[in-house]
């Protein structure tokens, strides 16, 4: 879409609708696989926050920064994406 924004490229009108009907759909089923992805990674790891939080010991666990960030995205990434339909 770019590259035909720019006019480096000449697509057919098919080819348009097609690319942004995927453009508006996709990011929410890409967040919505990685946020189903992340949660079932943090039920099903051993020593992850989860399994601890049901027995209630302590609140540090032992998933890293990287984890909650992959949780944090998949969720701020569809919002992001509904304002930038809005705004466009």
């Known amino acids: 879409m770019m590259l035909e924004r720019s ?3 000449d697509l057919s009108v098919g ?3 097609v690319s942004y ?3 508006r759909y996709i990011p929410f089923v890409i967040s919505g696989l990685m946020f189903i992805g992340t ?3 943090m039920v099903i ?3 992850g926050d989860i399994p601890e939080m049901l027995d209630m010991p302590d609140l540090d666990g032992s998933f890293g920064i990287m984890i909650w960030f992959a949780l ?3 969720v701020i990434y569809p919002l992001v994406n509904v304002v930038d339909m809005k705004v466009s």
Request: hydrophobic share 60%.
């Open 7 to 9: 006019s480096v490229l």
């Open 39 to 41: 949660f079932l990674f």
């Open 15 to 17: 080819v348009l609708k």
């Open 21 to 23: 009907v995927y453009a």
């Open 72 to 74: 944090l995205l998949s």
């Open 45 to 47: 790891s051993p020593t």
